[in-house]
């Protein structure tokens, strides 16, 4: 498991909902160009958005 940290910004977009079913919901992000080589994949990550945390 990789411990390296990138910062990442996209648009979220709705897609199939699917992970929510499993309790596990998802935020599917488009991304129009990545400065670092993140492979596609299921990534646990940090959110920040209105000064608030959410991991």
Request: proline share 4%; charged share 15%.
């Amino acid at each position: 498991m990789s411990t390296t940290i990138y910062s990442i910004e996209g648009k979220v977009i709705s897609r199939n909902q699917l992970g929510r079913t499993i309790g596990f919901p998802t935020a599917n992000l488009s991304l129009t160009s990545l400065d670092s080589p993140i492979n596609k994949g299921v990534y646990g990550v940090t959110v920040s958005y209105s000064n608030k945390d959410y991991l």
